[in-house]
Protein backbone atom coordinates (compact mmCIF):
# COMPACT_ATOMS: atom_id res chain seq x y z
CA UNK A 1 0.00 0.00 0.00
CA UNK A 2 1.71 3.29 -0.81
CA UNK A 3 0.52 6.44 -0.70
CA UNK A 4 1.84 9.98 -2.32
CA UNK A 5 5.96 9.78 -1.30
CA UNK A 6 5.33 6.12 -0.43
CA UNK A 7 5.18 4.14 3.40
CA UNK A 8 6.81 5.00 6.57
CA UNK A 9 6.75 2.65 9.10
CA UNK A 10 5.98 4.39 12.39
CA UNK A 11 6.88 1.94 15.44
CA UNK A 12 5.01 3.80 18.27
CA UNK A 13 2.46 5.38 15.44
CA UNK A 14 -0.23 4.85 18.97
CA UNK A 15 1.35 6.61 21.39
CA UNK A 16 2.20 10.14 22.20
CA UNK A 17 4.68 11.15 20.00
CA UNK A 18 4.50 8.56 17.59
CA UNK A 19 0.33 9.78 16.62
CA UNK A 20 1.18 12.96 15.79
CA UNK A 21 4.28 12.26 14.21
CA UNK A 22 1.83 10.41 12.38
CA UNK A 23 -0.15 13.37 11.35
CA UNK A 24 2.90 15.34 10.04
CA UNK A 25 3.75 12.38 7.80
CA UNK A 26 0.31 12.17 6.14
CA UNK A 27 -0.07 15.91 6.00
CA UNK A 28 3.55 15.27 4.02
CA UNK A 29 2.08 13.26 1.57
CA UNK A 30 3.62 10.07 3.55
CA UNK A 31 1.25 7.02 4.47
CA UNK A 32 2.46 6.38 8.22
CA UNK A 33 1.62 2.26 8.70
CA UNK A 34 1.67 2.35 12.07
CA UNK A 35 3.39 -0.77 14.34
CA UNK A 36 2.59 -0.59 18.15
CA UNK A 37 1.54 -3.91 20.55
CA UNK A 38 -0.70 -0.72 22.15
CA UNK A 39 1.10 -1.39 26.00
CA UNK A 40 1.48 2.39 26.16
CA UNK A 41 -0.80 3.30 23.20
CA UNK A 42 -4.00 3.76 22.33
CA UNK A 43 -5.87 2.39 18.98
CA UNK A 44 -8.24 5.50 18.67
CA UNK A 45 -4.42 7.38 18.06
CA UNK A 46 -4.27 5.86 14.77
CA UNK A 47 -5.88 7.88 12.39
CA UNK A 48 -3.85 8.74 9.94
CA UNK A 49 -2.95 5.27 8.08
CA UNK A 50 -2.97 1.96 8.82
CA UNK A 51 -2.78 -0.02 12.36
CA UNK A 52 -0.43 -3.37 12.50
CA UNK A 53 -0.85 -4.40 16.02
CA UNK A 54 2.58 -6.35 17.15
CA UNK A 55 5.67 -6.36 19.49
CA UNK A 56 9.04 -5.22 18.55
CA UNK A 57 10.16 -8.60 19.76
CA UNK A 58 8.21 -10.67 17.05
CA UNK A 59 10.13 -11.11 14.00
CA UNK A 60 7.91 -12.58 12.03
CA UNK A 61 5.03 -9.83 12.80
CA UNK A 62 7.95 -7.11 11.77
CA UNK A 63 8.44 -9.05 8.75
CA UNK A 64 4.70 -9.28 7.55
CA UNK A 65 4.73 -5.76 7.86
CA UNK A 66 7.34 -5.13 6.14
CA UNK A 67 6.40 -7.26 3.31
CA UNK A 68 2.79 -5.98 3.07
CA UNK A 69 3.26 -2.47 3.21
CA UNK A 70 6.93 -1.83 1.62
CA UNK A 71 7.86 1.35 3.61
CA UNK A 72 10.63 3.28 2.29
CA UNK A 73 12.02 3.85 5.59
CA UNK A 74 11.55 3.53 9.35
CA UNK A 75 10.38 6.13 12.01
CA UNK A 76 11.05 4.61 15.60
CA UNK A 77 9.17 5.68 18.46
CA UNK A 78 8.73 2.42 20.30
CA UNK A 79 9.53 2.17 23.76
CA UNK A 80 9.21 2.30 27.53
CA UNK A 81 10.45 5.89 28.61
CA UNK A 82 9.60 6.72 31.86
CA UNK A 83 12.94 7.47 34.44
CA UNK A 84 11.15 6.46 37.70
CA UNK A 85 10.15 3.30 35.95
CA UNK A 86 13.60 2.19 34.69
CA UNK A 87 14.99 2.99 37.75
CA UNK A 88 12.82 0.02 39.24
CA UNK A 89 12.70 -1.93 36.80
CA UNK A 90 15.78 -1.71 34.61
CA UNK A 91 15.47 -5.06 32.77
CA UNK A 92 12.23 -4.10 30.86
CA UNK A 93 13.85 -0.98 29.43
CA UNK A 94 16.78 -3.48 28.52
CA UNK A 95 14.56 -5.45 26.95
CA UNK A 96 12.25 -3.78 25.29
CA UNK A 97 14.26 -0.60 24.19
CA UNK A 98 17.49 -2.53 23.27
CA UNK A 99 15.98 -5.78 22.61
CA UNK A 100 13.04 -4.77 20.77
CA UNK A 101 15.19 -2.14 18.65
CA UNK A 102 17.79 -4.87 17.71
CA UNK A 103 15.01 -7.35 16.28
CA UNK A 104 13.55 -4.19 14.05
CA UNK A 105 17.23 -3.17 12.85
CA UNK A 106 17.41 -6.84 11.65
CA UNK A 107 14.34 -6.90 10.61
CA UNK A 108 15.05 -3.56 8.09
CA UNK A 109 18.28 -4.59 7.17
CA UNK A 110 16.35 -8.16 5.90
CA UNK A 111 13.51 -5.87 4.32
CA UNK A 112 16.21 -3.68 2.49
CA UNK A 113 15.26 -0.53 3.91
CA UNK A 114 17.84 2.08 4.10
CA UNK A 115 17.13 4.37 6.18
CA UNK A 116 15.54 5.06 10.07
CA UNK A 117 14.62 7.94 12.01
CA UNK A 118 15.12 6.94 15.97
CA UNK A 119 14.11 8.18 19.18
CA UNK A 120 16.57 9.05 21.48
CA UNK A 121 16.77 11.51 24.63
CA UNK A 122 18.83 14.00 26.23
CA UNK A 123 18.94 11.47 29.07
CA UNK A 124 21.83 9.80 27.23
CA UNK A 125 23.70 12.54 28.47
CA UNK A 126 22.96 12.28 32.27
CA UNK A 127 23.45 15.38 34.74
CA UNK A 128 25.48 17.86 33.15
CA UNK A 129 24.27 20.88 34.45
CA UNK A 130 26.49 23.84 33.66
CA UNK A 131 27.84 22.57 30.68
CA UNK A 132 26.89 23.24 26.97
CA UNK A 133 24.56 19.84 25.60
CA UNK A 134 25.58 19.45 22.00
CA UNK A 135 25.84 16.45 19.78
CA UNK A 136 29.36 16.27 20.86
CA UNK A 137 29.25 16.21 24.81
CA UNK A 138 30.05 12.84 26.30
CA UNK A 139 26.88 10.37 27.29
CA UNK A 140 26.93 9.66 30.37
CA UNK A 141 23.16 8.36 31.36
CA UNK A 142 21.99 7.94 34.64
CA UNK A 143 19.39 5.84 34.20
CA UNK A 144 18.92 2.31 32.37
CA UNK A 145 16.02 4.63 30.26
CA UNK A 146 19.26 6.55 28.80
CA UNK A 147 21.74 3.97 28.59
CA UNK A 148 19.76 1.54 26.60
CA UNK A 149 18.80 4.68 24.30
CA UNK A 150 22.54 5.24 24.39
CA UNK A 151 23.32 1.28 23.27
CA UNK A 152 20.28 1.62 20.71
CA UNK A 153 22.44 4.61 18.91
CA UNK A 154 25.60 2.60 19.15
CA UNK A 155 23.78 -0.58 17.62
CA UNK A 156 22.72 1.91 14.71
CA UNK A 157 26.84 3.08 14.10
CA UNK A 158 27.30 -0.43 13.64
CA UNK A 159 24.24 -1.11 11.02
CA UNK A 160 25.10 1.22 9.25
CA UNK A 161 29.16 0.25 9.08
CA UNK A 162 27.40 -3.39 8.09
CA UNK A 163 24.39 -3.10 6.13
CA UNK A 164 24.74 0.69 4.93
CA UNK A 165 21.58 1.58 7.00
CA UNK A 166 21.70 5.33 7.14
CA UNK A 167 19.93 6.61 10.49
CA UNK A 168 18.78 10.24 11.83
CA UNK A 169 19.23 9.94 15.57
CA UNK A 170 17.30 12.91 17.08
CA UNK A 171 17.67 13.41 21.08
CA UNK A 172 14.35 14.71 22.59
CA UNK A 173 14.41 16.97 25.33
CA UNK A 174 11.07 17.44 26.77
CA UNK A 175 8.10 16.70 24.26
CA UNK A 176 5.19 18.84 25.36
CA UNK A 177 2.00 19.98 23.89
CA UNK A 178 -0.57 18.48 21.78
CA UNK A 179 -2.32 18.72 17.99
CA UNK A 180 -4.09 22.19 18.11
CA UNK A 181 -6.88 20.80 15.97
CA UNK A 182 -7.45 18.45 18.97
CA UNK A 183 -7.21 14.87 16.93
CA UNK A 184 -4.41 13.40 18.81
CA UNK A 185 -2.54 14.18 22.25
CA UNK A 186 -1.33 12.75 25.00
CA UNK A 187 -2.82 10.18 26.98
CA UNK A 188 -0.86 7.92 29.41
CA UNK A 189 -2.54 6.29 32.42
CA UNK A 190 -0.99 6.47 34.72
CA UNK A 191 0.73 10.07 33.96
CA UNK A 192 4.05 10.80 35.21
CA UNK A 193 4.92 13.48 32.51
CA UNK A 194 4.95 17.02 34.44
CA UNK A 195 2.30 19.18 32.07
CA UNK A 196 -0.90 16.58 31.71
CA UNK A 197 -0.04 16.17 35.27
CA UNK A 198 -0.39 18.84 36.53
CA UNK A 199 -3.53 19.83 33.98
CA UNK A 200 -5.03 16.36 36.14
CA UNK A 201 -3.84 18.07 39.19
CA UNK A 202 -6.17 21.40 37.92
CA UNK A 203 -8.91 19.12 37.04
CA UNK A 204 -9.26 17.54 39.97
CA UNK A 205 -8.19 14.12 38.80
CA UNK A 206 -5.53 13.88 41.37
CA UNK A 207 -5.18 15.39 44.73
CA UNK A 208 -2.42 17.41 43.73
CA UNK A 209 0.83 17.77 41.75
CA UNK A 210 3.75 16.59 43.33
CA UNK A 211 7.27 18.37 42.99
CA UNK A 212 9.98 16.02 43.13
CA UNK A 213 12.71 17.96 44.63
CA UNK A 214 12.72 21.23 45.72
CA UNK A 215 16.54 21.63 47.10
CA UNK A 216 18.23 21.52 43.48
CA UNK A 217 21.28 24.22 43.04
CA UNK A 218 18.55 25.71 40.75
CA UNK A 219 17.20 29.59 41.39
CA UNK A 220 13.66 28.30 42.88
CA UNK A 221 15.30 24.46 43.90
CA UNK A 222 13.64 22.50 41.39
CA UNK A 223 14.58 21.07 38.15
CA UNK A 224 15.36 22.61 34.62
CA UNK A 225 14.14 21.21 31.71
CA UNK A 226 14.18 22.40 28.33
CA UNK A 227 10.22 21.89 26.78
CA UNK A 228 9.94 21.23 23.35
CA UNK A 229 6.21 21.06 21.58
CA UNK A 230 5.41 17.81 20.02
CA UNK A 231 4.36 19.64 16.65
CA UNK A 232 7.63 21.35 16.40
CA UNK A 233 9.53 17.96 16.86
CA UNK A 234 7.53 16.42 14.37
CA UNK A 235 8.18 18.93 11.59
CA UNK A 236 11.89 18.02 12.70
CA UNK A 237 11.35 14.41 12.11
CA UNK A 238 9.62 15.04 8.60
CA UNK A 239 12.89 17.18 7.70
CA UNK A 240 15.26 13.84 9.31
CA UNK A 241 13.41 11.75 6.90
CA UNK A 242 13.59 13.87 3.97
CA UNK A 243 17.26 14.20 4.66
CA UNK A 244 17.86 10.56 4.59
CA UNK A 245 15.76 10.10 1.92
CA UNK A 246 17.84 12.56 -0.81
CA UNK A 247 20.75 10.49 0.24
CA UNK A 248 22.17 12.72 3.87
CA UNK A 249 24.42 10.92 5.80
CA UNK A 250 23.92 10.05 9.27
CA UNK A 251 23.58 12.83 11.71
CA UNK A 252 22.92 12.92 15.65
CA UNK A 253 20.40 15.79 16.26
CA UNK A 254 19.25 17.64 19.96
CA UNK A 255 15.44 18.59 18.92
CA UNK A 256 14.59 21.29 22.30
CA UNK A 257 14.50 24.96 22.19
CA UNK A 258 17.71 26.29 24.28
CA UNK A 259 15.47 27.96 26.89
CA UNK A 260 15.22 26.03 30.44
CA UNK A 261 11.84 26.37 32.94
CA UNK A 262 11.64 25.03 36.24
CA UNK A 263 9.12 23.04 37.90
CA UNK A 264 7.65 25.79 39.59
CA UNK A 265 7.88 28.05 36.12
CA UNK A 266 6.24 25.63 34.66
CA UNK A 267 3.50 25.65 37.62
CA UNK A 268 3.17 29.26 37.29
CA UNK A 269 2.34 29.44 33.10
CA UNK A 270 0.00 26.73 33.90
CA UNK A 271 -1.95 29.09 36.36
CA UNK A 272 -1.53 32.14 33.87
CA UNK A 273 -2.81 29.55 30.70
CA UNK A 274 -5.95 28.16 32.93
CA UNK A 275 -6.46 30.66 34.85
CA UNK A 276 -7.09 28.55 37.87
CA UNK A 277 -4.60 27.84 41.03
CA UNK A 278 -2.17 23.95 40.52
CA UNK A 279 -2.52 22.08 43.72
CA UNK A 280 0.98 21.32 44.71
CA UNK A 281 2.72 19.57 46.97
CA UNK A 282 6.06 19.59 47.56
CA UNK A 283 8.14 15.83 47.87
CA UNK A 284 11.90 14.42 47.53
CA UNK A 285 13.66 14.14 44.97
CA UNK A 286 12.99 11.35 41.64
CA UNK A 287 15.13 8.56 41.57
CA UNK A 288 17.21 9.12 38.51
CA UNK A 289 16.39 12.86 37.68
CA UNK A 290 18.68 15.40 36.29
CA UNK A 291 19.30 18.76 37.96
CA UNK A 292 19.17 20.39 34.71
CA UNK A 293 18.73 19.38 30.98
CA UNK A 294 18.53 22.17 28.17
CA UNK A 295 20.41 21.86 24.75
CA UNK A 296 23.18 23.77 23.74
CA UNK A 297 23.40 23.01 20.01
CA UNK A 298 22.07 24.86 16.55
CA UNK A 299 22.67 21.59 14.31
CA UNK A 300 19.09 20.93 13.81
CA UNK A 301 18.70 24.71 12.89
CA UNK A 302 22.12 25.04 10.83
CA UNK A 303 21.25 21.35 8.89
CA UNK A 304 17.70 20.85 8.95
CA UNK A 305 16.56 24.27 8.85
CA UNK A 306 14.42 23.72 12.01
CA UNK A 307 14.14 25.74 15.06
CA UNK A 308 10.96 25.63 17.66
CA UNK A 309 8.26 28.08 17.09
CA UNK A 310 6.02 27.20 19.78
CA UNK A 311 6.83 28.35 23.46
CA UNK A 312 5.64 26.72 26.53
CA UNK A 313 2.30 28.70 26.68
CA UNK A 314 1.66 27.37 23.56
CA UNK A 315 2.12 24.04 24.75
CA UNK A 316 0.40 24.19 28.09
CA UNK A 317 -2.41 25.83 26.20
CA UNK A 318 -2.74 23.31 23.59
CA UNK A 319 -2.46 20.50 26.00
CA UNK A 320 -5.38 22.12 28.34
CA UNK A 321 -7.35 22.12 25.19
CA UNK A 322 -7.11 18.41 23.98
CA UNK A 323 -7.71 17.86 27.38
CA UNK A 324 -11.06 19.52 28.11
CA UNK A 325 -11.70 18.54 24.90
CA UNK A 326 -13.91 15.72 23.43
CA UNK A 327 -10.33 13.79 22.49
CA UNK A 328 -9.72 10.01 23.97
CA UNK A 329 -8.76 11.74 26.60
CA UNK A 330 -6.53 9.76 29.78
CA UNK A 331 -9.72 8.58 31.48
CA UNK A 332 -12.57 9.83 28.63
N1 LIG B 1 7.85 12.15 25.85
C1 LIG B 1 9.07 12.69 25.92
O1 LIG B 1 9.26 13.77 26.48
C2 LIG B 1 10.26 11.99 25.29
C3 LIG B 1 11.51 12.57 25.42
C4 LIG B 1 12.62 11.94 24.87
C5 LIG B 1 12.46 10.77 24.13
N2 LIG B 1 11.23 10.23 23.99
C6 LIG B 1 11.11 9.01 23.18
O2 LIG B 1 10.08 9.17 22.23
C7 LIG B 1 9.48 7.91 21.95
C8 LIG B 1 7.97 8.01 22.08
O3 LIG B 1 7.65 8.43 23.40
P1 LIG B 1 6.14 8.73 23.83
O4 LIG B 1 6.21 9.76 24.88
O5 LIG B 1 5.31 8.95 22.63
O6 LIG B 1 5.76 7.34 24.53
P2 LIG B 1 4.41 6.50 24.45
O7 LIG B 1 4.48 5.51 25.58
O8 LIG B 1 3.22 7.39 24.36
O9 LIG B 1 4.53 5.73 23.08
C9 LIG B 1 5.28 4.56 22.89
C10 LIG B 1 4.49 3.65 21.96
O10 LIG B 1 5.29 2.50 21.69
C11 LIG B 1 4.49 1.33 21.85
N3 LIG B 1 5.40 0.25 22.24
C12 LIG B 1 6.19 0.20 23.35
N4 LIG B 1 6.91 -0.94 23.36
C13 LIG B 1 6.58 -1.61 22.21
C14 LIG B 1 7.00 -2.84 21.63
N5 LIG B 1 7.89 -3.63 22.24
N6 LIG B 1 6.48 -3.22 20.46
C15 LIG B 1 5.56 -2.43 19.83
N7 LIG B 1 5.13 -1.26 20.31
C16 LIG B 1 5.64 -0.86 21.50
C17 LIG B 1 3.47 1.70 22.91
O11 LIG B 1 2.28 0.91 22.87
C18 LIG B 1 3.19 3.16 22.57
O12 LIG B 1 2.15 3.29 21.61
C19 LIG B 1 10.13 6.91 22.91
O13 LIG B 1 11.13 6.22 22.22
C20 LIG B 1 10.72 7.80 23.99
O14 LIG B 1 11.83 7.19 24.60
C21 LIG B 1 10.13 10.80 24.56
O1 LIG C 1 4.46 14.88 38.77
C1 LIG C 1 5.56 15.35 38.41
C2 LIG C 1 6.16 15.03 37.17
C3 LIG C 1 7.40 15.58 36.87
N1 LIG C 1 8.02 16.42 37.73
C4 LIG C 1 9.33 17.00 37.39
O2 LIG C 1 9.18 17.67 36.15
C5 LIG C 1 10.35 17.51 35.35
C6 LIG C 1 9.97 16.86 34.05
O3 LIG C 1 9.56 15.51 34.33
P1 LIG C 1 8.86 14.56 33.25
O4 LIG C 1 7.78 15.31 32.56
O5 LIG C 1 8.50 13.28 33.95
O6 LIG C 1 10.01 14.34 32.20
P2 LIG C 1 11.47 13.75 32.38
O7 LIG C 1 11.62 12.88 33.55
O8 LIG C 1 12.42 14.93 32.29
O9 LIG C 1 11.58 12.78 31.13
C7 LIG C 1 11.04 13.13 29.87
O10 LIG C 1 12.00 13.81 29.18
C8 LIG C 1 13.17 13.03 28.94
C9 LIG C 1 14.15 13.94 28.33
O11 LIG C 1 14.48 14.92 29.29
C10 LIG C 1 12.77 11.85 28.08
O12 LIG C 1 13.88 11.09 27.77
C11 LIG C 1 11.74 11.01 28.77
O13 LIG C 1 11.31 9.99 27.89
C12 LIG C 1 10.58 11.86 29.14
O14 LIG C 1 9.70 11.12 29.96
C13 LIG C 1 11.33 16.65 36.19
O15 LIG C 1 12.18 17.52 36.88
C14 LIG C 1 10.41 15.94 37.18
O16 LIG C 1 11.03 15.59 38.38
C15 LIG C 1 7.44 16.75 38.95
O17 LIG C 1 8.01 17.50 39.73
N2 LIG C 1 6.23 16.20 39.26
Not at 35 to 47: E, K, Y
Not at 179 to 187: H, I, L, R, S
Not at 281 to 290: K, Q
Amino acid sequence: MMEGKGAVLVTGGAGYIGSHACKALRREGFLPVTFDDLSTGNPAAVRFGPLVEGALHDARALDRAFAEHRPIAVMHFAASSQVGEAMARPGRYWRNNLGGSLELLEATVRAGVGALVFSSTCAVYGDRDGEVLDEGAPRLPLNAYGASKRATEDMLRDFEAAHGLRHVIFRYFNVAGADPEGEVGEAHDPETHLIPAMIEAVRGMRPALTIHGTDYATADGTAVRDYVHVLDLCEAHVAGLERLLQGGTSRAYNLGSGTGYSVREVVEAARAVTNREVPVVEGPRRAGDAVRLVSGSRLAADELAWTPTRGLRAMIEDAWRWHTGPGFGPRA
